[in-house]
């Protein structure tokens, strides 16, 4: 497609509820970022992907979220048993490459609310 | 640890008056630097980047930043702000290491400028 999709747009899920979010990149890039987009605190780098496999994973902030990438495109982001402190904008974003010149594109996220 | 500081978290203008906003970055290694933009309801997109070479970066809008070394800093400027600048603006540093790009972003600053 012509940018990064994401969906749903908006997830609102009850606590302890499993939610999973969908990233679609640019066609052809083959780096995919996932970012978190907390209510005054920026935008915290969650996991990065080169083509299937994920080099970075410090990002997660618990062994409840998880994220898969398959065929070097479509990256889901898995979070079990949501908690309220889960609920904020989800990001993804994708490039060309790795290198350091690769700009980043970003998708319009997924606003999850966990109730 | 790689942080990136904004100093303003809210902003309030007028249209036609000046505009600065801060950003310093610890980091002692090679850095790239960028400016984001958030209008709302719409994606996140980038406004310039600082790769190298002139530290006086113009970007669209009439948006421009300055990149000095000594300071760690990476100020966002627009000598007369309109008011369909009103948006969310991000600074971000990459810190290329391990082999990859990790894009580490600011708390953000909302601008409010009123006609």
Redesign the interface.
């Known amino acids: 497609g012509a ?2 999709s994401q969906s749903p747009s908006n997830k609102v899920t009850e606590k302890g509820k499993d939610v999973e979010l969908r990233c679609d990149p640019i066609s052809g890039h083959t ?1 995919l ?1 996932w ?1 978190r987009q907390s209510l ?6 969650l996991i ?1 992907f ?1 083509g299937n496999s994920a ?2 994973k410090s990002g997660l902030p618990s062994d409840r979220f998880s994220a898969e990438r398959t065929g070097g495109s479509v990256s889901t982001l898995t979070i079990q048993r949501t908690q309220q402190e889960d609920s904020a904008v989800y ?1 993804c ?1 994708s490039s060309w490459g ?7 594109f ?4 997924t606003r999850l609310t966990v109730l | 640890a790689q942080s990136v500081s904004q100093h303003n978290h809210h902003v309030i203008l007028s249209e036609a008056a000046s505009l600065e906003l801060g950003c310093n970055y610890s980091y002692g290694g090679t850095v790239n630097l960028f400016w984001y933009v958030q209008y709302p309801g719409q994606h996140l997109q980038l406004l310039l980047k600082y790769f190298s070479g002139d530290p006086l970066v113009k970007g669209i809008k009439g948006f421009e930043a300055e990149f000095i070394k000594s300071k760690f800093s990476f100020n966002l400027r627009k000598p007369s702000v309109q008011w369909s600048d009103t948006a969310e603006y991000f600074c971000a540093v990459i810190m290329f290491s391990g082999g990859y790009n990790k894009l580490i972003f600011g708390a953000g600053t909302r601008l409010a400028v009123h006609p």
């Open positions: 940018g990064v780096a970022y970012y005054g605190q920026g935008l915290e780098f990065y080169q080099p970075d990001l974003a790795q290198g350091e010149f690769n700009e980043q970003f998708g319009p996220g």
